[in-house]
């Protein structure tokens, strides 16, 4: 029988825990993981133009982050609240990040962060009919608005200029829903 043989919580944080599990594996091997545990988030592709235009702006965010000691070009995301649905986290987060509302969130994918080490999920989400309003980030989050054309990510992307991968899935995907129309 495979899974976690018993678990023990060595870190407990404001965004994640640590646990070291003992664990067998599908070959009957025994041994030690570290996990990283996240409550999961949502991330959304706002697109500040209608989608049938030939080029539509996507709002990224330009947002400090300490871990890589600079900013970054994002996609606004954030942290699921204890019991809160993933559609209604990106809802939160576009209007927390960027001010804006979206009258439709279309869901993309979800996928694992990094399997090897977190159980971190993210949900993707593409927003559309977007209204301007009123933005409430927290005090770390030091960050500006970035509209670019779909073109511009895309190649934001390719020059290694968009580095973060759920920004880069996100881009990816919605531009991929776009031109199949």
């Known amino acids: 029988m495979t ?24 070959n009957g091997e025994v041994g030690d993981l570290e996990m990283v545990r996240h409550p999961g988030a949502s991330a959304v592709v706002p697109f500040l133009d209608p989608l049938d235009i030939p080029d539509p702006r996507v709002l990224l965010i330009r947002q400090y982050r300490y871990a890589t000691n600079g900013y970054v070009y994002e996609i606004p995301a954030g942290r699921l609240d204890d019991g809160e649905a993933p559609r209604d986290c990106a809802a939160r987060e576009l209007r927390e990040e960027t001010g804006y509302s979206a009258a439709e969130l279309t869901p993309l994918t979800t996928f694992y962060t990094t399997p090897g080490f977190t159980d971190e999920r993210i949900h993707l989400f593409m927003a559309s009919g977007l209204t301007e309003g009123d933005s409430s980030t927290e005090s770390d989050e030091i960050l500006d608005l970035a509209p670019v054309r779909l073109s511009e990510a895309m190649a934001m992307i390719a020059a290694g200029e968009l580095i973060d991968g759920k920004s880069m899935i996100g881009v990816l995907l919605a531009e991929r829903v776009i031109r199949r129309g």
């Open 3 to 26: 899974g976690r043989i018993s678990s023990k919580r060595v870190y407990s944080g404001k965004v994640i825990s640590v646990d070291l599990d003992s664990v067998r594996f599908p």
